[in-house]
């Protein structure tokens, strides 16, 4: 997990786990979630409010590598690899805290967004340094695409 600069550990529950016995594919998407709370922690503070996030999921695509089960620990790692001028690209491993072993890997799209006008909004320069400040100066060079 090194080439994550944020990590968040998570138990798997009994709620998670499907008829088959294994965790349901839908709590991976909650498992994503708690990195970019994670994130978003790491870039403002304990403190900071996740109902000011700027920004709303777009896309979101997992890859399942192994399965888990109820009483598992696991860890979340999340990174940005992709700054637009209105929107951002992260990527998750999800991986046993046992053994290392992965459990799933995905990746996500977020679009800056104006709640009140109700559409996207660039990207703002205080936002991206954040960013920049966990993942990497690199993700400043000039924006690519949307």
Do not use: K
Request: one cysteine or more; aromatic letters at 12%.
């Amino acid at each position: 997990m090194e080439e994550f600069n944020v990590t968040v550990p998570v138990g798997v529950t009994f709620r998670d786990v499907d008829a088959m016995g294994h965790a349901n594919n839908a709590v991976y998407l909650t498992w994503f979630e708690c990195g970019r709370i994670g994130y978003w922690q790491t870039m403002y503070g304990d403190d900071a409010s996740y109902v000011d996030v700027p920004f709303v999921l777009a896309r979101t695509e997992i890859d399942f590598l192994l399965p888990t089960f109820a009483g598992q620990r696991l860890t979340i790692g999340a990174r940005v690899t992709r700054l637009g001028t209105r929107s951002f690209n992260m990527a998750y491993r999800i991986v046993r805290a046992d053994d290392g072993a992965i459990v799933a890997e995905g990746s996500s799209v977020q679009v800056m967004y104006d709640y009140a006008a109700r559409r996207s909004m660039p990207m703002s320069d205080e936002f991206r340094a954040a960013l920049a400040r966990i993942d990497g100066d690199d993700l400043l060079e000039p924006a690519s695409g949307a």
